[in-house]
């Protein structure tokens, strides 16, 4: 039997920090997409503890997290998706379709408003709050994951042009710092 | 010249700095203009058409004259304000639009001409003979007149954008902005308060009142140092506002680099995109000179830039100044002039009731009406009813009173109020949505009352968010009334200027009056006032009062022009920053890609994808050597090539089925599991879409492939049908292009390539053609399609994308010890069109199914997106192009894409157009080039000879007209 040796989607690009923030590749995880069929939101609701994220919201679920990913959907994050669920939503395994990244530190919030429309304020954007968004020139997800990091998360092919996006917004922030 | 006195500058820092070459020094906080004053430098530039010798005229941001180019090579910066730039340790400033010097300028023999270059003059003149306008005389007269130029070199600098949000935007920190920004802040909100200068407090800056019993000042910085105190505060310096746009989103310029030599990574320019709930605007009001004879010599500037270089940076413009004007700026500007021991040769005030205490000569109900001095004002003439007296002065301050700087109110198609008391235009309420004007910028001039202005504009935005607050105590300061007579020309022979930038004097106005340019639009076109980069902030007023008054018109009815954004001149660099080199588009890279590059492939854009084009092996030369392999490996072993780029759509539910049926023209709800079968998409208008194939791999359970660069538009196309068209539908799709990547294995030798690598064997009684399902590879699990778009027989094997680059290796590495390997778009191209496969190419937005032959696949038992438009008579005519094949047939072999076809021996003219070519490849199985193309009445026509025009690259080549399956028309080597 051969083996297939595993790579993940920023394997050689990250981590790099500049100016002291820091931005690296999140360990790979499940990743399961999660849309509700017609009239079965509040069974898949159920089916969570009522944990279901509003639109923006993250929700804690055993094993990981629900994040709001569009309109009736949710991606769960962290844990497999149980099976029963396929009664409630289409179930999708996505675990390879993305690059998520966290970046963090100090000045993260000013990197990400080199890239994003997004109202990123304490006001606006609480730890916990989550948005699909721009960044750039490309959509993301972007969730607040504690207050001064901010996980995201982009196309997998496209990781490449998300770290060179990130990383010159992190050098012009860092250049202001001098 | 450097007087005592408490400016804004810091003695203990002094500053050198070159301008055109010679050393000079001021200190920290001078602009350069203030700078080169403080060295006795008056003569700054020279104007755009006469080559006039020009001085400083503002000490702010809507100086027209004093404009200078910074740097060098790449990042040479022309039409940089010397009134905004601030001096650092080794500028280097030149002057521009001169040759060979500042000083002595050959070109200023155009003010000689000048009589016969007014208005218009280009228009009369320049018009014969026709062909000269674009070869000589444009060239040269752009030569002649100008501002600064660009080095002709990319931009090696950095720009930067940014966004920024806040409850309630404060454009300006003078008096009102302040009190504005203080307000707002104190009721809990978040206040972005920008201001272009670098420091905060606008004219307090440059004043020498008082507020609340200490020097205005000193006022502004406690109350900044309240502001910066603040969390909810965020103060933008060196940031101009530049336009009001929708929903509450200004453009703002902050000046990043510009004032030191700076870090490699640090942005000249940083271009704010501010989304703000509520905005105030505190912009102030900017004075404007008057128009006389001469009223452009160095060293005649406004009564307010007087002030500022004397109180901010301590600088005397001259050693004589006379002061004129039509309200008690002058007043002011002498007083203080005196106060710094300057000394004032005479104080004029258009005004015949007007009065002073002040010890300087003063001419009321006098004009100033010509001024003397080549490179520097030395003398000004005063018109009084008693007849003109001359009067010795180095520095006329000059003030026509003020206009509100209103700019941004307009930028959504308001117009202005003209306010008779002020002789001012001034907002209306609303003319931007949540923004409201306060302060000098609303008409509102003395201190106290724009202290007021900025508090309940503040509250009156506060309300408007629902947030409730008091009226602040407001501090003490000067309340005086704005007292002016209008004066916007001084009558008199000779030129007096009204758009120092452009060179627009008052004799154009009305010479444009004259040969009716009346409109105010019209005469500014024919003039060009202000059109240069200044926008006409200082001329605008003036002019159409000129234009008014030449026309018999009033002044409201005469109206203004548009005010346009950008406030402020924006480097292009700066919006599109981040765009250049690989910012320009997002990249996405399969992954095998790295292998790919490694392996000399070149890569071919396709969408925003990159994928091979071949992969060249030793001894190959040219790209055909490697295609023609890269095809005989698919059709005589095996070949392997990445299709993780096509669009994968997972679709689930109930009704997966039956959004299949509408969305392709034939029935998807009777494909078997485990089957696959090929599809095709309209648009609502009955044109393909897209086309591709569809696997059941469960009864509530498909994946959808499209093309490569189609698959966005095809699931926005879905939402719209789930959203909008078939909303009953119980049915979820996600794209899942992502999550894995994909291998055609292709070629006689698929199968044995396959059997070495899954873990569990296939033959082809289990995987039929057109199967699918589950399978595994080393453990993983991975999904197997029986498909073929070379028509071998192929299969494509999908893994989640973490293996991707590993099993790209490995099968690499099999199909090459199998006599194959790996092939790019060149082969794949040439394989598809041997069998006549379509792809965008021919599907181009333009076709129909009864263009591409594949009528039959419109079903007749149901409906399908786009039926109705599909069956339109003109869809259907016999005469429409048609998808054919061709095959050379004469003593040219070449066919090329994009070629025309016309019948043989017909002329190749457009009224003869037949057809055209739309993909073509060499067979090397064949020996041929083989070609697809639309044909009129195409399938009628098989076996005619055509003739082949590529006017762009000059071939002819004489084709035969044949079916455009080219190879195995029965489909034999797929299904075996």
């Known amino acids: 039997m051969i083996d297939l040796k595993a790579k993940s989607a920023c394997e050689g690009l990250l981590p790099i920090e500049i100016g002291g923030v820091k931005l690296s590749e ?83 919030r000013d990197v990400l408003a080199r890239l994003t429309p997004l109202d990123i304020r304490d006001t606006a954007f609480a730890v916990g709050q989550t948005a699909r968004t721009e960044l750039f020139h490309m959509q993301v997800s972007i969730t607040r994951v504690s207050k001064d990091a901010w996980q995201i998360i982009g196309f997998r092919s496209m990781a490449g042009t998300l770290v060179h996006d990130l990383q010159r917004a992190m050098k012009g922030v860092a250049a202001r710092a001098i | 010249m450097r007087i005592a006195g408490k400016g804004l500058i810091n003695r203990k820092k002094p500053v050198s700095f070159t301008f055109d070459g010679t050393v000079y020094s001021g200190f920290e906080g001078d602009t350069l203009a203030s700078a080169l004053l403080a060295n006795g430098v008056k003569l700054m530039a020279r104007s755009f058409k006469y080559h006039r010798p020009r001085g400083v005229l503002t000490a702010g941001s809507e100086e027209p004259n004093a404009l200078v180019t910074i740097g060098n090579g790449a990042s040479q910066d022309p039409n940089v304000r010397a009134t905004v730039q601030e001096i650092y340790e080794g500028l280097e400033a030149r002057s521009q639009n001169r040759w060979p010097s500042l000083a002595h300028d050959v070109m200023a023999v155009n003010d000689l001409g000048a009589p016969f270059l007014g208005a218009g003059f280009y228009y009369k003149t320049f018009m014969w003979p026709k062909a000269f306008w674009e070869k000589l005389y444009e060239p040269v007269i752009r030569r002649a007149a100008g501002l600064g130029a660009l080095s002709g070199a990319a931009v090696t600098d950095k720009y930067e954008r940014a966004y920024a949000h806040c409850d309630v935007l404060v454009i300006g920190a003078g008096p009102t902005g302040l009190m504005a920004a203080l307000t707002a802040a104190e009721a809990g909100v978040d206040v972005i308060l920008a201001e272009e200068d670098s420091v905060l407090g606008g004219r307090l800056l440059s004043e020498s009142g008082e507020i609340d019993g200490v020097p205005a000042r000193d006022w502004a910085e406690a109350t900044v140092a309240r502001l910066q105190g603040m969390a909810n505060v965020r103060i933008m310096t060196r940031t101009s506002v530049t336009g009001a746009y929708d929903g509450g989103t200004y453009g703002a310029l902050e000046r990043v680099g510009h004032h030191g030599v700076v870090a490699a990574d640090l942005p000249k320019e940083c271009f704010w995109r501010i989304a703000a709930k509520r905005a105030v605007l505190a912009a102030g009001a900017l004075e404007r000179p008057v128009a006389f004879q001469n009223n452009d010599r160095p060293g005649i500037m406004l009564a307010s830039a007087v002030r500022s270089y004397v109180n901010r940076w301590n600088v005397a413009p001259g050693k004589a100044v006379a002061v004129f004007g039509n309200n008690d700026s002058a007043h002011d500007t002498a007083a203080d002039l005196l106060a710094a021991g300057v000394h004032v040769s005479a104080l004029i005030d258009s005004r015949p009731d007007a009065t002073t205490d002040l010890p300087v000569p003063f001419y009321a109900g006098a004009h100033v009406c010509g001024s003397e001095g080549r490179k520097a004002l ?112 001084v009558p008199g022979k000779g030129r007096a200027w009204l758009d120092f930038q452009n060179d627009v004097s008052v004799k154009d106005v009305k010479q444009a009056a004259v040969e009716n340019f009346r409109s105010v639009e019209h005469m500014k076109r024919y003039t060009t006032q202000g ?42 660099a700066a919006m599109a920053a981040g765009s250049e080199d690989k910012g320009f588009a997002p990249e996405r890279l399969t992954t095998s890609h790295e292998l790919t590059v490694k392996a000399g492939a070149p890569m071919i854009e396709a969408g925003l994808w990159y994928r091979p084009s071949y992969f060249p092996r030793s001894g190959e030369t040219t790209w055909r050597q490697s295609c023609d392999r890269e095809v005989m490996h698919v059709r005589q072993a095996v070949g392997v090539a990445d299709v993780s780029t096509l669009g994968k759509i997972d679709i689930k539910g109930p009704d997966a089925g039956a959004l299949l049926d509408f969305l392709y023209t034939n029935m998807f709800s009777t494909l078997k599991v485990g089957r696959v079968r090929y599809g095709l998409m309209l648009r609502e208008d009955g044109h393909v879409m897209d086309d591709g194939t569809t696997a059941r791999l469960a009864e509530d359970h498909f994946v959808m492939t499209t093309t490569t660069a189609a698959a966005g538009q095809v699931m926005s196309h879905m939402e719209l049908i789930t959203q909008g068209v078939k909303r009953k539908l119980d049915v979820r799709f996600t794209s899942v292009t992502e999550h894995w990547a994909q291998f055609a294995v292709a070629g006689p030798k698929s199968r044995e390539l396959l059997n070495g690598l899954l873990d569990a064997p296939i033959d082809g009684e289990s995987w039929p053609f057109m199967a699918c399902g589950d399978v595994s590879v080393g453990g993983v699990k991975a999904r197997l399609f029986r498909i073929s778009f070379s028509g071998e027989q192929a299969y494509e094997l999908a893994v989640p994308s973490r293996y991707g680059e590993a099993l790209f290796a490995e099968l690499r590495k099999r199909a090459e010890g199998l006599g194959g390997g790996v092939y790019g778009m060149e082969a794949l191209n040439v394989l598809r069109i041997e069998k006549g496969f379509i792809t965008h190419g021919e599907i181009d937005g333009r076709m129909t199914a009864f263009d591409i032959g594949m009528q ?27 998808l054919v094949g061709l095959k050379p047939v004469g003593v040219v072999k070449q066919i090329t894409a994009g070629a025309h076809l016309y019948k043989d021996g017909a002329e190749a003219v457009r009224e003869n157009d037949q057809g055209y070519v739309t993909s073509v490849g060499f067979s090397p199985e064949m020996g041929s080039f083989l070609g697809l193309a639309f044909l009129k009445g195409g399938r009628a026509r098989h076996g005619e000879t055509v003739r082949m025009v590529d006017a762009m690259r000059g071939v002819e080549t004489t084709c035969e007209v044949c079916h455009p399956v080219f190879l195995d028309p029965e489909g034999e080597r797929a299904r075996d």
């Open chain 2, 378 to 489: 030395e003398a000004v003439s005063i018109s009084r009813a008693s007849g003109i007296d001359k009067v010795q002065a180095d520095c006329l301050a000059m003030s026509g009173g003020w206009n509100p700087t209103l700019h941004l109110t307009c930028h959504m198609s308001g117009r202005p109020d003209w306010d008779e008391a002020i002789a001012a235009f001034v907002p209306r309420a609303g003319m931007v949505p949540g923004m409201i004007a306060a302060g000098a910028c609303n008409g509102v001039f003395s201190t106290a009352a724009c202290l007021g202005e900025g508090a309940g504009a503040a509250l009156a935005a506060l309300d408007g968010l629902g947030v409730e607050a008091e009226m602040p105590a407001l501090p003490a300061a000067e309340a005086r009334d704005y007292r002016i007579s209008p004066l916007w020309a």
């Open chain 1, 26 to 108: 999140v360990a790979p995880a499940e990743m399961t997409l999660i849309a509700p069929y017609r009239g079965k939101e509040a069974a898949l609701a159920k089916a969570f503890g009522g944990r279901w994220p509003a639109a923006g919201e993250t929700a804690s679920v055993e094993g990981g997290v629900l994040v709001w990913f569009g309109r009736a959907q949710a991606m769960l994050i962290g844990t497999a998706a149980p099976t029963t669920l396929a009664k409630f939503a289409a179930v999708t395994e996505q675990s390879d379709a993305w690059a998520r990244v966290l970046l963090e530190g100090a000045g993260a």
């Open chain 2, 856 to 882: 039959g696949m419109m079903s007749k038992k149901k409906d399908f997106y786009g039926k109705g438009a599909a069956a339109r008579p003109g869809l259907l005519d016999d005469e429409r192009p048609q």
């Open chain 2, 531 to 572: 059109m240069a980069t200044d926008q006409g902030k200082n001329s605008n007023v003036g002019a159409l009062a000129v234009l008014a008054d030449a026309t018999g018109r009033g002044i409201p009815e005469t109206g203004t022009t548009t005010y346009r954004p950008p406030f402020q001149p924006v480097a292009i």
